[in-house]
Nanobody, 127 residues
Framework: QLQFVESGGGLVQPGGSLRLSCVAP????????IAWFRQAPGKEREGVSC????????YYADSVKGRFTISTDDAKNMVYLQMNNLKPEDTAVYYC????????????????????WGKGTLVTVKG
């Protein structure tokens, strides 16, 4: 089964930055949408950011807007999440995912159609 592979997580102090990377199984141009999700301890998985590959629009959860940026390097089949001004509440396992078909939806609390996922990378924000 096709799977994404995330990396770049780690321990960072509040106010610090990290860039998460995700290797896509195949061309990133083949997907209708590519997204990042996260799951904090004891909480439900939630959407962080999404890139619509059809029109190039990007979407962010309100809690990360202005601090996080999703991007791709299509030549390398890579997906990135640049995270700046990190806060303790950003602590979570972060997952990369993608939709291979047009029937997808993404929001912070409701999403479907993301049929390829990675196993996640842990980000810990702690002083």
């Amino acid at each position: 089964q096709l799977q994404f592979v995330e990396s770049g997580g780690g321990l960072v102090q509040p106010g610090g930055s990290l860039r998460l990377s995700c290797v896509a199984p195949g061309s990133t141009l083949d997907y209708y949408a590519i997204a990042w999700f996260r799951q904090a301890p004891g909480k439900e998985r939630e959407g962080v950011s999404c890139l619509n590959r059809m029109d190039g629009a990007s979407y962010y959860a309100d809690s990360v807007k202005g601090r996080f940026t999703i991007s791709t390097d299509d030549a390398k089949n890579m997906v990135y999440l640049q995270m700046n001004n990190l806060k303790p509440e950003d602590t979570a396992v972060y997952y990369c995912a993608a939709a291979s078909g047009s029937g997808w939806h993404w929001s912070k609390d409701e999403y479907y159609g993301m049929d390829y996922w990675g196993k996640g990378t842990l980000v810990t924000v702690k002083g």
